[in-house]
């Protein structure tokens, strides 16, 4: 097809979406453990990191809307190494994701 100026017709490039960081931003928030329990979780930390098998979750990773600072997302973070590997994983995520591509992605952590 052609215009009447005699010049093809070109579909609009959409535009695109705008990244999920500029609404969204991820967290590692510390679980908060008293008495028996943070003893207990200490120990299991110590004892899976010296073993190499890592140990019990040091953390949430929490994905929270910038406006509200309200949750949308919540898991366990796992040790120190998932941690951070979790953490860069959902931040490059939100750098190349719209909200909604981002959503339908990790949508299954929801709090």
Avoid at 33 to 49: D, F, M, N, P, S
Wanted: hydrophobic share 40%.
């Amino acid at each position: 097809m052609s215009r009447d100026d005699g010049e093809p017709d070109v579909a609009p490039t959409p535009e695109p979406a705008e990244p999920a960081r500029l609404h969204l931003r991820a967290e590692l928030h510390e679980r908060r453990l008293t008495g028996v329990r943070k003893l207990l979780q200490t120990t299991l930390l110590l004892a899976g990191e010296a073993s190499g098998i890592g140990g019990p979750s040091i953390a949430d990773l929490v994905v929270l809307r910038r406006a509200t600072d309200t949750a949308v997302l919540r898991t366990k973070a796992g040790s120190l190494d998932e941690a951070d590997a979790l953490l860069r994983a959902i931040n490059d995520d939100l750098d190349r994701l719209s909200v909604e591509e981002f959503l339908d992605e990790w949508g299954h952590l929801r709090p």
